[in-house]
């Protein structure tokens, strides 16, 4: 009988800030759980080393031992390239034998700098389910054969190889999976998932589709498309019908579930879908549940709909507040009185509407990140998230910041403000981003006045915000002390006593709405 191999996943689940804190909760990743479900379907035994933050390399080395994997498999984000590379080493310098993979999305953007990282033996460009099953068939074909010398075939699509001698093969990208109802379910299991931190809220994050249909400049979806030869087939949804079948089998493993987080990139992509699939989730689940949507391909009687079926938040990108600005740099085609309209909308049929910002975009300006602050103080929205913008590797809006001499080589990696801006510096990006929430409250205060007498309020908030005597680097640290202080005591309740979580959330929600 041949001998059963094991896949290691190793899940870097923590960021630069939150690093050597032992105390948080864990994410789910689809991605990982349908490469689980893929392996394990193919015959071998999955493991997961779901890390929560930065091991010392005694305490990494102890745990993959513990595990006693044939393959290893990072799964890297950009932010978290520099844990992985250190991880990395040390495997090469420990356990040099095990073959050591790495995928994600840092790997399909940049995968000749991935292969430089010691300790990577290769690097999966694109999706992984099929390849990864490949390379672990061809692994135990060779051990069964008494192959030795380089423990796996090379020819693998989709999967680049680091030779011996440090030459690479760079193989062909395989086309996408098309039909995503071809592919198991995912593999729940892989994950402590009673112990999440979206479970510790009732909650399960749920992604039926791959891909988005559009092409932001900050995103890296664009360039994600572009690698596979069948790329205009890069967006896909499960059928409805897969799709209900899957959340009834997580429903049915985990029935403490009470809301579903569904993280499509846009839930409303393909309206055909959503109007099929809506029905059937009223019919079969009809669970409280929050999505993704996208302004410009929304309409009253999906919004509606959405509402019947039990939507209580939207996540929707509203990103800059001027016209002119968005559609030249993020390429984003969406009028201000049409997304003013969706709001109202949102108003109407009481969902809570969260949008997401970004400041310190290449040739922003203070005036127009303000800008951003008051559109959506006119949408009305019950929740606001500012980001600061990240150039994220091969992004249209990188070579951009780039091209304009933004991006200084010495920057921190781990610095919030990656881009130098001589029209806009560091501090008055942080301090926009730090008080985005404050001031959007103050012009909706000022909206709520007479017409004329608005005007006059917006225009003295406007000149005393952009004064040059403005102490905006004070208030950017004063804001962030509190804002830490919030987000700690609100994970140190998630996890303690959840059900008093949930309480006040709901509490806080019924507020929003009355």
Not at 360 to 388: C, F, H, M, Q, R
Request: aromatic content about 14%; some cysteine.
């Amino acid at each position: 009988m041949a001998e059963k191999l094991t896949m290691l996943l190793i899940y870097p689940d923590f960021l630069e800030e939150e690093m050597f804190n032992k105390n948080k909760l864990g994410n789910y990743s689809e991605g990982l759980a349908s490469i689980s479900a893929v392996l394990k379907q193919g015959g071998y035994d999955v493991k997961l080393y779901h890390e929560l933050y930065m091991p010392t390399k005694e305490e990494f080395i102890e745990k993959v031992k513990s595990f006693s994997p044939d393959v290893i498999g990072f799964t890297a984000r950009t932010t978290a390239i520099p844990f992985i590379t250190e991880m990395a080493g040390w495997l090469d310098d420990e356990l040099p034998d095990i073959f050591v993979t790495l995928g994600g999305y840092h790997a399909i953007l940049v995968p000749d700098e991935c292969m430089k990282i010691r300790g990577v033996d290769a690097v999966t460009v694109g999706e992984g389910e099929y390849p990864l099953l490949e390379l672990m068939d061809s692994m135990r074909d060779n051990r069964a054969n008494g192959v030795t010398g380089y423990p796996v075939r090379t020819d693998i699509l989709s999967i680049n190889f680091k030779m011996p001698d440090g030459s690479v093969i760079n193989n062909p990208v395989r086309p996408l999976i098309e039909d995503l109802d071809e592919l198991p379910f995912p593999d729940f299991d892989l994950f402590d998932y009673e112990n999440l931190d979206r479970s510790k809220n009732f909650t399960a994050m749920v992604m039926l589709s791959r891909g988005c249909l559009f092409s932001c400049t900050y995103c890296g979806n664009s360039q994600f498309r572009n690698i596979y030869p069948n790329k205009q087939k890069y967006c896909r949804f499960r059928s409805p019908k897969k799709a209900i079948e899957l959340l009834e089998l997580l429903l049915s493993k985990y029935p403490f579930i009470k809301y579903i987080e569904f993280r499509d990139a846009i839930f409303n992509m393909y309206k055909d879908w959503f109007y099929e699939f809506m029905p059937m989730y009223i019919e079969k689940i009809h669970l409280p549940f929050n999505c993704n949507l996208r302004f410009d391909v929304l309409d009253e009687e999906m919004v509606k709909m959405l509402k019947d079926g039990g939507c209580y938040m939207i996540d929707i990108g509203l990103e800059n507040g001027n016209e002119e600005f968005r559609k030249k740099y993020l390429h984003r085609n969406m009028k201000n009185d049409h997304m003013v309209q969706v709001a109202k909308w949102f108003r109407q049929y009481k969902i809570t509407a969260l949008t997401y910002n970004i400041v310190g975009l290449p040739y922003e300006t203070l005036e127009l990140s303000l800008e951003t602050v008051k559109l959506n103080a006119k949408l009305d929205v019950d929740k606001v998230i500012p980001n600061i913008f990240y150039p994220y590797p091969m992004t249209i809006l990188k070579k951009t910041a780039e091209d304009a001499g933004f991006i200084d080589p010495t920057v921190d990696p781990n610095d919030p403000v990656q881009l130098r801006m001589p029209q806009y510096p560091k501090y008055d990006i942080l301090y926009m981003a730090y008080n985005f929430n404050k001031l959007v409250k103050k012009y909706k205060e000022i909206y709520a006045l007479p017409p004329e007498k608005a005007k006059i309020e917006e225009e003295k908030l406007d000149k005393k915000i952009t004064s040059k005597n403005y102490p905006r680097k004070f208030l950017y640290k004063t804001a962030k002390f509190k804002e830490d202080t919030f987000v700690l005591a609100k994970r140190t309740l998630k996890k303690v006593s959840p059900k008093l979580f949930i309480f006040l959330k709901n509490k806080t929600m019924k507020e929003v709405k009355n």
